[in-house]
């Protein structure tokens, strides 16, 4: 009876040893999915992704719509590559905000053995979009010239009409300055009752008189009567004579010129009128002898 049920055993182990040897166990294909060629990328460039088939996979399908691309990142999708073990997944032309970061997944069915289709993979290592660069042109090259190291441009042969192609322009400034009036001395410092007396008025300005307009009636006299005439003609002097000068005898005598009577390019005016030095009105018996007299600082008379 021990040995029936020993033999009953040894039987039933070999058909378990049997049945077990001809189980597969299934294993289904799997997608790994590499590192990105680059961590960052400008709005508009490419990133590369290498993808690795495992398990033994019969059939690779995978095309650009089994991937699928997150994060706010678009990007043109193409995939490279044959065979059943090996892809690469090019991203080209991508697009996003600046410090958007994508990632990549594979869908399920991208590959197959005996076994069924690959699942679904996890998402990728991200890449990081930064903002496009521009780079600053070159510099336009200088002619080169010999000038032993002064750096000085060629000599022009515009004869100094065109140095400068293009000038710098300035706003001109405005003149605000006004002309100025010197009164020179008289001809001669006393004369007789009758006689003649001239003096010179000088016109100058800190760019250009362009007219004078003195006439008799800017002069006045003082302590004396006279003819006044004025003569000259340009625009810097012109000459008052003044002739059969009469009054009382003595000093005290001497002229007034009004402002006014010269003016610049700007329109500027002379702003202040002038004053001569004094002179004598004497007769012959004191002409030459002007120490014999003395004058009332009043009147101007002899005393």
Request: overall charge neutral; aromatic content about 4%; hydrophobic content about 30%.
């Given at each position: ?5 020993l033999?009953l ?5 070999m ?11 299934a294993?289904?294909?799997r997608?790994?999915?590499?590192g ?5 990328v ?6 590369t992704y ?7 996979a019969t059939?690779?399908?995978l ?19 044959s065979g059943n073990?090996?892809?690469?997944i ?13 990632q990549?997944?594979i869908?399920a069915g991208?590959?197959s053995?005996?076994s069924?289709g690959?699942?679904e ?13 521009t780079p600053?042109?070159d510099?336009?090259?200088q002619?080169?010239?010999p ?16 140095n400068?192609q293009?000038?710098e ?29 001239t003096f ?19 002069i006045?006299?003082h302590g004396f ?5 004025i003569?000259g003609?340009?625009n810097s002097k ?16 001497y002229?007034?010129?009004a ?5 610049d390019k ?11 030095a004094?002179f ?8 030459n ?5 003395i ?9």
């Amino acid at each position: 009876m021990k040995k029936k049920a020993l033999y009953l055993c040894m039987v039933l182990v070999m058909v378990l040893v049997c049945t077990c040897s001809n189980i597969v166990f299934a294993v289904i294909p799997r997608f790994g999915i590499g590192g990105p060629s680059s961590g960052t990328v400008e709005v508009g460039g490419t990133v590369t992704y290498p993808v690795t088939i495992y398990n033994g996979a019969t059939s690779v399908t995978l095309k650009p719509s089994d991937v699928r691309l997150i994060g706010g990142v678009t990007a043109n999708i193409s995939i490279s590559g044959s065979g059943n073990s090996e892809r690469t997944i090019v991203l080209s032309n991508i697009q996003g905000s600046v410090g958007a970061v994508g990632q990549i997944c594979i869908v399920a069915g991208a590959a197959s053995n005996a076994s069924g289709g690959s699942k679904e993979t996890g998402y990728s290592t991200g890449f990081t979009i930064i903002a496009s660069y521009t780079p600053e042109p070159d510099p336009t090259p200088q002619p080169s010239n010999p000038d032993n190291g002064n750096n000085q441009l060629p000599p022009s042969t515009d004869n100094g009409n065109n140095n400068n192609q293009n000038p710098e322009q300035k706003p001109e400034e405005k003149d605000e300055v006004a002309p100025t009036m010197e009164i020179a001395e008289f001809s001669k410092s006393s004369c007789e009752l009758g006689e003649t007396i001239t003096f010179d008025i000088i016109y100058k300005d800190n760019k250009e008189v362009t007219s004078i307009t003195l006439e008799p009636k800017d002069i006045t006299i003082h302590g004396f009567k006279a003819d006044v005439k004025i003569t000259g003609d340009g625009n810097s002097k012109r000459t008052v004579t003044l002739s059969n000068i009469s009054g009382n005898l003595g000093g005290l005598k001497y002229v007034t010129i009004a402002a006014g009577t010269a003016a610049d390019k700007a329109g500027n005016k002379v702003k202040e009128g002038g004053k001569t030095a004094m002179f004598k009105v004497v007769n012959s018996d004191t002409k030459n002898k002007p120490d014999d007299w003395i004058e009332n600082p009043n009147t101007g008379k002899i005393r």
